[in-house]
């Protein structure tokens, strides 16, 4: 199960989180912190999924936006890898070209691509017309 979804940039902003586990807002602030201060600090030759109190954080960066999620420890940090990618081709395909500024003057649409995409933190859709039609259904409503 994904615990939490975050796009940081390379200043440790929190440009959009999706949290599917119920934390306070200081231990949210306090846990996207320590996770951009960890992904931060890593050589790009190393590996793109950590050990993290006893979760598993998976990471992609993208220019300047870090794209991390932190997993269950029983989940494959593989297929999550491949899922952060799968949804940053959503957001292309319903955005363009997406950027860092499309996440944050759009952080509705994302939410929506989003739940879409994740119910619950499990992976709902895989296909990537299928959530960006189904978006902008909603969208139309």
């Known amino acids: 199960m994904i615990r939490v979804l ?3 940039n390379m200043h440790g902003d929190t440009r959009l989180s999706k949290w599917y ?10 846990i996207e912190k320590e996770i951009y201060q960890i992904v931060i600090r890593r050589q790009k030759k190393w590996s793109n999924a950590i050990e993290y109190n006893g ?23 593989l297929a ?3 899922m952060i ?7 292309d ?3 363009g070209d997406v950027c860092e500024l499309d996440i944050v003057y759009n952080f509705i649409q994302v939410h929506a691509l989003l739940d879409e995409f ?22 139309k409503l």
Do not use: W
């Open 55 to 77: 979760y598993k954080l998976v990471y992609r960066q993208y220019a300047g936006l870090i794209i991390c999620a932190c997993i269950d420890p029983n989940e494959n940090p």
């Open 85 to 91: 990618h799968l949804f940053v081709e959503i957001m």
């Open 6 to 8: 975050l796009f940081q």
């Open 21 to 30: 586990i119920n934390y306070s807002l200081a231990e949210r602030r306090k």
């Open 118 to 139: 994740i119910l619950a933190g499990s992976l709902a859709e895989t296909c990537k017309n299928e959530v960006v039609a189904r978006a902008k259904k909603n969208e």
């Open 80 to 82: 999550i890898f491949e």
């Open 93 to 95: 395909l319903h955005f």
